[in-house]
């Protein structure tokens, strides 16, 4: 189980290896995107809150990255934060985040990214339930629901 110190090593330090990569050039990103997904996935754009589909639902199945279809999170990890985004408390597999510091906008955030192809997710907070006490806030436009 990740925790809050591991986020922050890995931010610092480095992140896991990916299974596999998948590049692309923003051309080709734009043709397979609609304006809104490759605005967040791809520009670290933010969808407004209480709007994404998956921001309340909670059924069983797996979340995967919208762009290159890697497993990210699984409904069994979902909690409702009262954010306005879907909140997770793990990923499916630690190797499949990638963590990068952000001070933009005048704060101090961690920003959670796919391993696989850096598609922009959303960040990573340290006020989650027990245990882990993770919140990987995300953008509903960048996932992809898995159905079981």
């Avoid at 879907?86 to 985040?97: A, E, G, H, L, N």
Wanted: charged share 30%; with cysteine.
């Amino acid at each position: 189980m990740l925790k809050w110190i591991d986020i922050l090593q890995f931010a610092s330090k480095g992140n896991p290896v990916p299974h596999r990569r998948v590049e692309k050039t923003e051309e080709k990103w734009k043709e397979i995107l609609t304006p809104e997904e490759f605005h967040i996935t791809r520009k670290k754009g933010t969808e407004r809150p209480f709007t994404g589909e998956h921001c309340e639902a909670i059924e069983p199945g797996k979340y995967s990255c919208k762009c290159c279809d890697t497993p990210l999170f699984d409904s069994t990890e979902k909690f409702d934060s009262r954010s306005g985004w879907p909140s997770f408390t793990q990923p499916v597999d630690p190797s499949s985040i990638k963590y990068k510091k952000d001070q933009s906008f005048g704060m101090i955030r961690v920003e959670v990214m796919c391993n696989v192809c850096d598609a922009h997710l959303g960040h990573v907070f340290n006020d989650g339930p027990p245990p882990s006490e993770l919140r990987y806030c995300i953008n509903s436009v960048s996932l992809a629901k898995q159905k079981i």
